[in-house]
């Protein structure tokens, strides 16, 4: 069964640092979604992609961040430098436009500890 | 308006018993219900969905109730069993490319 898949699983860096997320969403997929969750809280919308420029976006993504679909498998969200607060497991997800559903599927997430 | 309430905030279930989460909005212009499953370091796993245009479906020991002109549905686990325990999310989106609004999770634990 086709998966959206996400790397590093966890990522650890300094305060003021930039990190590149990683994601390789569903292959037919053409939406492409990042959220946040911070732990024991609940799921936070980011950023919709859809034919490589952001459809949407929340108040939390701001200047520091930034998404790119560099070819046509990879999706990644870049926080250019970090902060404590942005500590949360991030998750990928992506949809298809085909069918009466918007079912997004998301991947394991990566856990970004910023210290 | 964009905001979605759950309750209750945890659940505990007997085996075999029944686990009902319910879920309310305020935007009408939601048209996509969605649940959630997630366990501990994984990601959310979509489990059912349901569409305005139907008050109820069922999947397996899954079903959705959609009350539209109270702006509110629920997920209703029967016999619930102790791998069901996990934090169940309800969702809401608007169209394709629309994002998810979440409530905050149930935490469900279902005792042998």
């Known amino acids: 069964e086709p998966e959206v898949t996400q790397t590093p699983s966890h990522q650890v860096t300094q305060m003021g640092q930039e990190v590149i997320l990683r994601c390789v969403p569903i292959?037919?997929?053409?939406?492409f979604y990042w959220y946040r969750q911070i732990l024991g809280q609940k799921v936070e919308f980011l950023v919709s992609?859809?034919?490589?420029?952001?459809?949407?976006k929340s108040e939390i993504f701001d200047d520091q961040f930034s998404v790119e679909r560099p070819d046509g498998s990879n999706f990644t969200l870049k926080i250019r430098s970090t902060k404590l607060e942005d500590s949360a497991m991030y998750f990928c997800?992506?949809?298809?436009?085909?069918?009466?559903?918007?079912?997004?599927?998301f991947g394991p997430g990566t856990r970004l500890t910023v210290t | 308006q964009q905001q979605v309430k759950q309750s209750p905030q945890s659940l505990i279930v007997q085996k075999g018993g029944i686990s009902i989460i319910n879920c309310a909005y305020e935007?009408?212009?939601?048209?996509?219900f969605p649940w959630y499953q997630q366990f501990p370091g994984k990601g959310p796993a979509l489990l059912i969905a349901?569409?305005?245009?139907?008050s109820e479906k069922k999947e397996g020991r899954f079903t959705i109730s959609f009350n539209k002109s109270a702006k509110q549905f629920s997920l209703h686990i029967m016999d619930s069993q102790p791998g069901d325990s996990a934090t169940y999310f309800c969702?809401?989106?608007?169209?394709?490319?629309?994002?998810?609004?979440f409530g905050p999770g149930t935490r469900l634990s279902v005792l042998p």
């Open positions: 997800a992506s949809s298809g436009t085909s069918g009466n559903n918007y079912e997004q599927y």
């Open positions: 349901i569409r305005p245009d139907v």
């Open positions: 292959s037919n997929h053409l939406y």
């Open positions: 969702a809401a989106s608007k169209r394709y490319g629309q994002n998810f609004v």
């Open positions: 992609f859809y034919n490589n420029e952001i459809s949407e």
């Open positions: 935007n009408t212009a939601f048209d996509y």
